[in-house]
């Protein structure tokens, strides 16, 4: 499947040359999707047994290997809307499907390369990461109307220094920047996400940087007994939110209830499915 | 060499059953650490082109694999010295050594494990961390005369959980609480030092936990050009230092010059070869 990761490359280069909310990284995004979709169609499903509640999962197989798991009813959902999705991106109307869909058709959008190179590739963690990072980029990118930056200078008296970041969408002055991390998957590490929206607010000023923190899922699977769960620490992230720094948002391609229940609590932290983005973001500045 | 794995095995049962500080954990690691010397002994020796200034380093080979980096100077010197470092810890007399000794010691006995697995194992990152985690951990416990936490309970309001951090060791009412991270190296995931101190300053109070960092090195090889070179962000840790929490102490067994000049930046870092730990750690409470 030479064409899947050709079209890597091409979505590499098309970003340094056209920027990561052109057309051009669009395209290679669709193709990419097609390819991996097409490859899994050759492949066959099985079953996993899950241990989320309310949630089946599957994965493709190919020889020995098998896929990271894959929500069944999000993935069958997306399926007949995937075009549209990418039409809708394409023109920028981001109302022509509900939030519910637009999760689903992106979901099944991002799962497909990551499960295509869990078949074609040997312990590549990397290019599922970057993928996935370069696709709700380039999401934000259409939506906002801007492409991101990944450093910001930072000007403290007698220091002068540049931070590298996550993605930062700026919107100009006396308007919003948001903060972007992406994450295929959160674990213990995502303490760093709240850290980095501590420093921007340290160094900036707190409200300048509006902290969205977007995820694909939380499942982990055992892949000799072909069991998933999903692993979720919402007691630690209620410390996070606590004692480190507000993020404004976490949005999920597949939500993990025991997040989603941190809407539930007070103080909440507001965990949402992906697709509230396109019709929230512009409230989320006021 | 079954040997250096049945150590290992051990040394995780023994931390278990009489604890880290124990002097049957101390047993084992000398144990791992003289069957690895050994092992490295037989192998071939080759020098790497240093792109580091004023450090030389080399690494050990096996037929087609290469260890890590292992700096020349800190290493030798440490041949003659590690029995008297054992013998020092084991009798808890730690002032027979002088800081640079000790130093040059705990660098050879952690590097000669890692170095070992490099060449016998392939694409293990866990067990080198886990060792040098141990054998910091160890070194604390000596020196302290208490087993550390892994884990401790937060209590606030209607809220109750706990929250896993790196090593606690706590000297008891009115008296300090370490809090000690582990790192072979740091890289950019270094942040999450520097949250987990703020998380422990904001849920019990600034001051409360004392913040020392024990790293390795900072090297980076590359494989086919033989070349050795140091990544380091000071700048970056700056930040971190004036906007996330203060840490006490960065203390490294192969320290990097670019960390060791924040000693000399105003508001400075405390960054210090490991061997200062020993006679330095009573006064850090003051």
Redesign the interface.
Known sequence: MKEIFDGFEKLKTSRREFGLGSDEVLRCIKTIFEYSLQYLNSCNRIELKSKVEGKRYFAFKSEKKITRAINSDVYETGLPLADKMFEAVRRRCFDELDADSMTAACYLSAISYCSAVDLLKS?DQKTPGTFFEYFIGHLYSRRLGIDPKKKID?L?LD?Q????TDFIFDLGSNRAKFHLPVKTSTR??V??V???Q??LD??YGTGRFIGTLACMAETKTDKKKLEVVEICLP??W???Q???AQMKRIYYLDMPDAYGRLNTVFPKIPVMPFGHFFSEIDSLTQ
């Open positions: 312990g930072v403290n220091m220094s540049t931070l590298p213990e590490r303490i760093q709240w850290a980095h501590r420093l340290g160094v007691a630690q209620r410390l996070y606590m004692y480190i």
